[in-house]
């Protein structure tokens, strides 16, 4: 193997974070590798950091945590890995270390992925690059390149990763490259279900995601990740044409990249000249900060809920093919899709190992997915219509309104009409006013009274009936036709036939 070094490029800058670094690490061999020098080279943000050392990963770790007051965890200790979390202002660094596999870098640098992966950079005070598979010269030219002819059969998750990074990077993937991918489908469901996921986490948490995941359909990948999407590109045995379904749910992946974009996003930040979002973004705007917050909230393991909410938009039509129905008049219907597919998902997302909150999340979102096209249906939207929603929605409401957003202009042969779009954006603006400003009014009042209350002042027994007159008494504050104690007796009163 030809032990190639280059002097880094002008304008080469490592994130500020090294020079913290440096000093901690007492070890005869330690390297930069990977991303960090990619982006680096690419001009590109730097979060993610990975290190390789002659030595121990963990220990390594370690020692770095506890001279710069940061988090440490060993990551996988049979390997030698270890991983610090280190606070810098904003930004938020994952610094992993890991033990050289091989003897010397430019034999651990051919066990890699990319040949954008396999530079390394020694942490001594050096500017030469070590590049013995060119992959400074495949980043200048925007190629991703498999390190070897069998680097994907050797972790055939790796073909998941080439599709984030090309798609991501706006890198090609070289032809053998691609092959490989395609190959790798078919040992794809061998590796852990939780590798996979979060290698699909970061692909769905990133941007151009609907041209990632058309990409990983037409390698055959996606059918492999989720099952349940198998049905949605192409025919069956019915001989059903399902393409179109299947290019609605990527135009609804698009549309949403670009409704969080436009309103999820920090005040000033996600203009556009689009007309409908320019509308949505002038009426809207006022959430902007809320919304960011609400979507980069993670449920588990630090994935942020806009990542869930794009798995859920993936799988909102998985089940239209199984629930596909023909009237007399020749209508086609999909009655029921959406609970299907709500257990659809359920299951995928227990499969894919995430945390129960997490699958209900994304269940709920695709059984929820139609409720604000009937609240549009019948403008304009009540308090109780608010509190009715969020009930039946939780915590999920707010990616489902951002979601029926963009459903709507997905759903639209070009732009939806005016009035339609207008319609639209006044149905999520009152789902988010009560969401987020209004909440103790119209989505969790105080309770006026109590259970206890019941039984006592009524002289009633626990039971059903309790739970029953509490939730009509609590739909009747949010819609504001209940203020008072005394308000509150009169109701239940009422609801029991005293009065």
């Not at 436009?262 to 005040?267: D, I, N």
């Not at 949010?478 to 509150?488: F, I, T």
């Amino acid at each position: 193997m030809e032990n190639k070094k280059n002097t880094a490029p002008p304008g080469f800058t490592l994130p500020p974070i090294v020079a913290e670094i440096r000093p901690h690490l007492a070890f005869p061999e330690s390297y930069l590798v990977g991303g960090v020098i990619r982006d680096s080279l690419l001009s590109r943000p730097v979060l993610d950091i990975d290190i390789v050392l002659r030595g121990s990963g963990v220990e390594a770790a370690r020692t770095v945590a506890n001279a710069l007051g940061a988090a440490f965890y060993p990551l996988d200790p049979e390997r030698e890995i270890g991983r610090v979390i280190l606070v810098r202002g904003k930004s938020r660094y994952t610094l992993d270390f890991a033990a050289l596999r091989e003897s010397s870098i430019e034999q651990d640098l051919a066990l890699r992925d990319f040949t954008v992966n396999a530079i390394a950079l020694p942490l001594a005070p050096e500017t030469a690059l070590i590049d013995p598979l060119h992959g400074e010269r495949d980043v200048k030219d925007a190629i991703l390149r498999a390190c070897s002819p069998h680097a994907i059969a050797d972790d055939p998750v790796r073909a998941v990763r080439a599709i984030r990074l090309a798609t991501q990077l706006g890198f090609r993937i070289e032809k053998e490259t691609k092959e490989q991918c395609r190959s790798g489908a078919s040992t794809l469901a061998k590796i852990s279900a939780e590798r996979i996921r979060d290698e699909l986490f970061r692909i769905l948490s990133g941007r151009k995601v609907a041209a990632a995941i058309h990409s990983l359909e037409s390698l055959g990948l996606l059918r492999v990740i989720l099952p349940e999407t198998a049905g949605l590109a192409g025919g069956d045995p019915a001989g059903r044409d399902r393409s179109a379904v299947w290019d609605h749910t990527l135009a609804a992946l698009e549309k949403l990249e670009t409704v969080c974009d436009v309103l999820a996003r920090e005040p000033g930040a996600g203009r556009t000249g689009d007309p409908a979002m320019g509308l949505a973004r002038a009426q809207l705007g006022r959430f902007q900060a809320s919304l960011a917050d609400h979507l980069a909230r993670p449920l588990c393991d630090e994935r942020p809920l806009r990542g869930l909410l794009f798995l859920a938009a993936i799988l909102h039509d998985a089940a239209k093919p199984e629930t596909r129905s023909v009237n007399t008049l020749g209508e086609i219907h999909f009655l029921g899709h959406e609970q299907l597919g709500a257990d659809w998902a359920l299951r995928r997302a227990i499969a894919l190992r995430f945390s129960k909150d997490e699958a209900d999340f994304i269940s709920k979102i695709v059984r929820n997915h139609m409720r604000p096209l009937l609240l549009q249906s019948s403008p304009p939207v009540t308090r109780r219509a608010v509190f009715r929603f969020f009930r039946a929605t939780g915590p999920c409401g707010v990616a489902v309104s951002l979601f029926f957003l963009a459903d709507t202009l997905a759903n639209a042969a070009a732009e939806p009409s005016p009035g339609k779009w207008q319609t639209a954006v006044e149905t999520a603006h009152s789902l988010l006013e009560g969401y987020f400003e209004r909440p103790e009014e119209m989505i969790r009042p105080t309770p006026l009274l109590t259970g206890d209350d019941l039984i006592r002042d009524f002289h009633l027994s626990p039971g059903p009936q309790i739970g029953e007159l509490l939730d009509a008494l609590r739909e009747a504050q949010a819609a504001g036709e209940v203020g008072s104690r005394e308000d509150a007796v009169a109701l239940v009163e009422r609801g029991l036939g005293r009065k």
